[in-house]
Structure formats: C-alpha cells, structure tokens
C-alpha cells in the first residue's frame, strides 16, 4: 500500500456536487419499484394474521382453479437447505435454514406478518384480492413479545431445536436461548474488591424500525436457460445474489442481481425478503414479475433491531478510575437466532481501558419479525447503559464528566473486551475537543420555571472492511469511467470517485461512476457497517495506481523513452532530463489507440487495518413539567472520521444518525398487543421525528488518520447513532432529577417519572 501521508490534497476534503444529485431531485433517478418490463405481473404475499400458531394445511385448490391467478409458490417450492450459519452482513449472521423459513414459513408461522405464500396476477390490486383464494387452517399458540418473558422458564417454545448450552456445558433443550456470548478480561471479583464506589443498574429498551423511506421491492425475469435476473434495492447486491442461489438451489452463476438506486436502509435492506418469492413466479409463469411491500408491511415483517434488558455493574476508585465493568446482556433476536448481541458486547465498554471486565450477551428469540442490523448494531443500546451509569459516577465523585473519560479514555494499545488490540484511535482527541467546544464551554442558561439539562454521552463502533472491486477505463476524451461494486446509500459514488481522482490529479467531474451488477464487477461485500469509503475507495485508489502505471507507459512510448525516465505529477506526464515534454492526463488519453489500446486499472482487495470510530453528542433540552415533552435546545455530535472524503456527506452521516438516535431514545417503539400484532404499523402510529421535532444539529467532524487507509479513512455512518440514547438519558435526568432506564423516554413516560419522583 503507498500510504498518503495527512496533506492538504486537491480533491479529498471537498463538496463537489455529487455525481447522483441532478438525477434525484428531478426525478429521474430508478428505484426498485420504479422498473416496468413488457408482460410484467405483479406477486402479493399472503401473511399470518398470528404471532405464533402451527400450520395445519394450505388448501390452494381455489387459488389454482381460478385462472386470473398466474402462479403461487409456498415453502415446497423453496430447495432445502443446510443447518448451517452464512454472514449477511455488518458481522450479522444467518443460519440458512432459518433464511428459508423466513422467506416462507413451514411448519409454523413465528410473528404476525409471516409469509405463507406468494401469488402472481396481472395487476397489483387483483393479485392483492386473490390471495382471499389460498386457505389455511392454522393451530394457534401461545406467543411471546419481550425478552424476560422470552426468557423466562415457562415461555413458550419457538424452535423446538433450539438447544442452550451454558457455558459450564449444560444443555438445556427447548430454550429461547439461541446463544451465550462471554468476554472476560482480567479478574471481575479482584476488579470490585480495588473500587470505592460501585454502581449496578438495569435498562430496557424496546423493538425500533431502521425507518428508511423506500420499502422493500424485487422483480425478477427467469429465462428459459435457468437464469434469473432480479432488479432490487438492498445494501449488497452480491449478498443477495448469495442468498437468493442457496434458498433456490441455484449456481451464483446463475443468478444476476442488478442494484437500483436506494431509498434508505441503515442495515435494514442486508436480508433478501422479496426476491426469491418474484423469482420463482417469474419460473413458473415465464413472465417478469414485480413485488414490493407496504410501509405496514414494512414494519411488521422486515427487520427491525433489538428490544433488551441490559444490567450494568461499574465499579472506580475515589479518584475516578474504573477497576471494573461487567455487563449482562439480552438481547431479542425475533423470530430466527440472529440478534446484534456481538456489536453490544464488543462496543459498549471500548472508549475506556478497563483491565477487569465480564460481559455475558444472550441471543432470545420470540414472536416478532426476524431483527437485522441498525447503524452499529448494538452498540447503542450497550453505551446507554454505560455512558449514563458514567454519568451517575461522574455526579457522585463530584467530578467533571469528560475529564472522568479522559481519565479513563481508550488509547493505541489498549486491549477491548473482544480481544482486539487497538491500533491508532481518537478517543482521547475526540474528548479533549469535546471539552474546549463552545457548547460545553458555555453554561446552559437557566430560566425560571423551566426544567433545563443537559448530557453528554460517548460511543464506539468498530467499523468493517471485505472484499472490494473496481475498475477504471478512461475515455479517449481524458474521462474516466470507474465501475464499482458497493451499493451507494450516502453518496459513496462521489466518494470513491474522489479518491481516484486524487491519485490521479484530475477534477472528480471527469469520473463516471457507476455501481455495476454482479455479472459485471467482482465480489464486493455489503455496504454496511461504515465499511465503503474504507474499502471500495482503497480498491480506487489501486485501480487508480494501475491507470497512473500505464499513462507513464504510454508517455515514454510516445518519447522513445523509458519508463523510469518518465514521472507522473498533477496529471501531467513530465520526461524527468526533458522538462520541455510534457503530456496532460487528456493528451494521453486521446493517443491512446495509437499506443497499445485501452488503458484500464482494475483492483480487487480485502484490506485490513480498519479503524474505529468513536462520537460523542452534548445536547440541552428543556422539559415541559405538564406534559412531560422533552423540547431539544441544543445538539452538537463530534465525531472522529479519520478522514472527511467528502465534508458534507460525513456532515449528512453524523446529523442522520443524531437524529435516528433522537427518535429512538425519545419517541419511537413498537406497540405489541398481547396476541403479538404491531398496532401502530404506520408512519402516521410509529412516531419518528420529524423537522418540527429537531433543532439544527452542528456536526463537529474530528480527523484523527487512520494509518491503515491511503487516505486515513476510518467511517461515519454508524458511530454518530451509538451517543444520542444515553446523551438524552443524561440530559432528561439534569433536567429533571429524575434517572430513566427505560426507551423510550415519551411525554408520558417523563411526566410519570416526574409525578412518581413527587411522591
């Protein structure tokens, strides 16, 4: 790797307007529900109106009698597949079996919204009022919707193969249980015996959607040869190709993904839900076949993360240093194994260096649709335990709360609690900056009459890497076309494209860039996890050193000189004895056919030396005694980035994520009646924060290198989520005198936390 040193560079650090943008304000952009193709019919799903019952039959005679119904598929129509686990995505995985049985379920439905079956019609609507047609008798069961009932011993039993096994090797058989995750560091009992002052506390949190804009969709067209193309909106086009060949017996070779532009995801569009289903209607009626979901349908059956319980144990010394951490952990799952319990359990306690520490995850499923990732899964509902258990010690040593983190702040060779070892992090830097800024500086102003607090609260995600690809071919004009294969959510296009043209000297204008299909780039592995502009970018920073490499070929050619002889300085080509012969980027570009054809860079990596990223939110809010409706004054978020590619969309990443955590410390969850049916699967019922909600959020991007990038990228997407939970605990409890534990914190819960503190 030929590292670039931090410098004032040409492109990387500037907002030049992104290569997508006239296309989607003018409405030209496709989306996945956007594609038609000639003949085209349209699937519906038929869902379980239970959370858990047995199937007894599915009697599709009706169905299959009528002939406006073109073709249905069930479970049967699904290859079987291996009990065996398959990485989908920001250190998510996936026992295939349960991928099978999500997409169409077998033997029993496990949440309301269950797919049972699919059929195709000639329009939407009919095929929506012929699933009426398929009957099916069910047996209903017992469910169960939170994860201490799921827990609990006399909890009914989703998956009759679950087996739990403890870590003293006692099984256990018909457990909720999926898994038991353990880290240990150091000695716990020692840690606690050497502390002053120990502070053990719970938290619950509940079920939340990711709440992206665009839902999810699929159409598919099955040729007579056995091969599928299938349009769609996901975060990795490759991982559901991957998906889409096992649950359907099929070759990769023979399945083409083509992504389309994506209208949100933050984890949520990783799973492959649709696409099988459109695929094998397209199969069986010759015909392409569109799908796509609802919003309720949305929020009732894709993924949405984790409800918890989470209990804290912090033990410090007088002067503030921590001797000892302990967490225990649970973590819903829904209905497959499968929660973000590994990014809770390996973040929640890594901004601090803390050499004694135990921390137990569980993994519980229970009757609710399958979880998958949201922006560092996990990690936030780990930091809202311990950033407020924090902010407790921080009160009663009568100490400042950042110096309390310097104190104990994360540094280059501390060990986490996963094991790793850190390389060059910015925990330190982050909070010293948090410190100096002129909103921690400045004294929140008291009003009289008005409960005022304010918080502040740090956090940490790991970041990801994988396998990356891209390939440049310039244009006999002096353009750039750069093919690459991550799905483009925040405006990575622009950003990779940056970093080509960095090495290259030449105006980020003069790049084409495009997400190619399967068939056409090689193996990229999901965008998630913060991973894109780390990854996909170094593999355009290589193809980029190839295209560099052959303008120098081409320019001692057209010298009769040699290659040695030849440098390569702001795109321009310069004979080093020579000075007077010089070519530009273009001239060589326009010679091209003349000196040995195409020039083409291509690359294709699985770097690592990945950086973590850590963030902070500091934000005042005033709370109405009344009503119990917390009004945000203030919001500031720092976030440590390694380096800004394109400032406004690192700034975009950090005001999402704040506002995302916003809404899920204060507004946002599932309402689940006691037979397990979400009743507010709306965006009318499932409050979100809107712009009458937020005040505007001042993003404070910190560059500490990351020294495993050419451009010492670390990731933004995810960190920026991790803080806002417990920075609103924080700022609730400052505000009010009153500690809350539990999500969300809605007026109704304040006020009856007020009330209750009265009495």
């Not at 991957?242 to 070779?253: A, E, I």
Request: proline share 6%; charged share 20%; hydrophobic share 40%.
């Amino acid at each position: 790797m030929a590292t670039q040193i931090p410098k004032n560079y040409s492109v990387i650090g500037k907002r030049p307007v992104r290569h997508d943008g006239a296309d989607k304000v003018t409405g030209k952009a496709q989306y996945g529900a956007d594609l038609n193709l000639p003949g085209m019919l349209f699937g519906k799903v038929l869902r379980s109106p239970y959370a858990h019952a047995r199937i007894k039959s599915i009697d599709l005679s009706a169905a299959l009698a009528n002939p406006d119904v073109k073709a249905i598929v069930t479970s049967s129509d699904l290859s079987p597949l291996p009990d065996k686990p398959a990485e989908v995505g920001e250190d998510l995985y996936a026992n295939m079996k349960y991928v099978r049985d999500r997409i169409l379920a077998s033997d029993k439905v496990l949440f309301k919204g269950h797919p049972i079956a699919a059929i195709a019609a000639r329009g939407l609507h009919e095929a929506e009022e012929l699933l009426s047609l398929i009957k099916v008798e069910y047996e209903v069961l017992e469910s169960v919707t939170d994860v201490e009932s799921a827990m609990a011993e006399n909890a009914p039993i989703l998956h009759d193969t679950i087996r739990f096994a403890s870590m003293a090797g006692d099984e256990v058989h018909g457990s909720n249980i999926a898994s038991h995750d353990q880290y240990i560091l150091g000695d716990i009992e020692e840690g606690f015996k050497k502390a002053d002052l120990t502070i053990e506390r719970e938290y619950r949190t509940k079920t939340v959607h990711q709440g992206y804009i665009e839902p999810q969709n699929g159409t598919a067209s099955w040729r007579s040869d056995g091969h599928v193309t299938i349009w769609c909106s996901s975060q990795g086009h490759f991982g559901i190709r991957d998906q889409v060949s096992t649950v359907l017996g099929l070759p990769v070779s023979k399945v083409t993904i083509v992504p389309m532009e994506i209208g949100g995801g933050f984890g949520g569009k990783l799973p492959c839900y649709l696409e099988p289903l459109a695929a094998l209607l397209s199969k069986k009626t010759g015909a392409p076949v569109k799908m796509f979901m609802t919003r309720s349908e949305v929020i009732e059956a894709s993924g949405p993360t984790s409800g918890s319980f989470v209990r804290v144990k912090i033990g410090v010394t007088n002067d503030g240093k921590i001797t000892a951490a302990q967490g225990y952990l649970a973590f819903e799952a829904g209905a497959f194994p499968g929660s973000p319990i590994g990014g809770a359990t390996a973040c929640m306690l890594s901004p601090y260096d803390i050499e004694n520490l135990q921390l137990d995850g569980y993994d519980v499923v229970d009757n609710k649709p399958k979880t998958t990732a949201y922006r560092a899964p996990g990690a936030p509902i780990g930091a809202l335990a311990v950033e407020t258990v924090i902010d407790e010690i921080a009160e009663k040593l009568k100490i400042d709360p950042i110096d309390l983190r310097l104190l104990n702040a994360a540094k280059e060779g501390t060990r986490r609690s996963d094991g790793v070892v850190n390389g060059k992090i910015g925990m330190i830097e982050l909070s010293e900056i948090v410190k100096n800024h002129d909103h921690y500086q400045t004294p929140l102003e008291e009003v009289e009459g008005k409960l005022r607090g304010r918080g502040i609260a740090f956090g940490y995600w790991r970041n990801n890497t994988g396998p990356a690809a891209c390939v440049a071919t310039v244009t006999p004009d002096g353009a750039v076309n750069l093919s690459e294969g991550s799905v483009d959510i925040g405006g990575s296009r622009t950003a990779i494209s940056q970093q080509l043209a960095e090495v290259l000297s030449i105006p980020v204008e003069d790049v084409n860039p495009q997400v190619a299909d399967t068939d056409s780039i090689g193996y990229t592995s999901v965008t998630g996890g913060s991973g894109v502009a780390f990854k996909s970018g170094w593999a355009a920073f290589e193809a980029a050193q190839e295209v560099k490499k052959e303008m120098l070929k081409r320019a001692s050619l057209v010298w009769d000189a040699k290659e040695d002889e030849v440098e390569y300085t702001d795109g321009i080509a310069q004979h080093k004895s020579d000075p007077e012969l010089k070519l530009t980027f273009k001239e060589i570009a326009a010679a091209s056919n003349g000196t040995g054809g195409p020039i083409v860079g291509s690359a294709g990596v699985n770097p690592t030396g990945v950086g973590g990223s850590f963030a902070a939110m500091l934000v005042d809010v005033e709370v109405d005694e009344e009503t119990g409706k917390t009004t945000i004054l203030r919001c500031t978020p720092f976030t440590d980035v390694g380096k800004a590619i394109h400032p406004d969309y690192v700034e975009g990443q950090i005001q999402g994520g704040t506002a995302q955590g916003i809404g899920w410390a204060l507004n946002e969850e599932y309402f689940m009646s006691d037979d397990g049916k979400v009743m507010n699967a709306s965006l009318l019922d499932y409050r979100m924060p809107t712009s009458l909600d937020l005040p505007m959020i001042d993003p404070v991007v910190v560059e500490v290198f990351n020294p495993g990038h050419p451009f010492g990228v670390r990731g933004v997407g995810e960190s920026p989520l991790v803080p806002p939970l417990a920075a609103m605990a924080n700022a609730l409890y400052h505000a009010t005198g009153v500690r809350m534990r539990e999500l969300p914190m809605s007026p109704t819960a304040v006020k009856k936390a007020i009330d209750n503190a009265k009495t």
